[in-house]
């Protein structure tokens, strides 16, 4: 079995994102885990190693799974990436679905 480090700069990416997605500030996450807005922000940028604990927490203040979170991290994680690109196309519209459709499938038909 192959070992994988964390990503943390791509789990801090994901906390930002979530936090955003569910329109929580840094101070709101903070106070609900009893963290500082400074351990908060160091999370976010990939300047501390987060605990287990700690990550547990904001997963369940977000109310995403510790999958959404460390999807980078992870060898299994399709489930994950699926939510967020349901996430990133929910507003496209008929035109748009279209193009992205035509994208994939020629992106995919590269991956020889």
Known sequence: MDKKQIDYKALGNRVRKWRKEKGV???ELAGAIEK???HISNIERAHT???LGTLTDIANFL???LNDLMCDSLRNSGN???LEYSLMIKDCDED????LNKTIKALMDTWD
Request: overall charge positive; charged content about 25%; glycine content about 0%.
């Open 63 to 65: 109310d995403v799974s």
């Open 80 to 82: 994950a990436y699926q």
């Open 25 to 27: 500030t840094q101070e």
């Open 36 to 38: 500082t807005v400074q």
């Open 96 to 99: 748009q679905y279209r193009k």
């Open 49 to 51: 190693k987060v605990s």
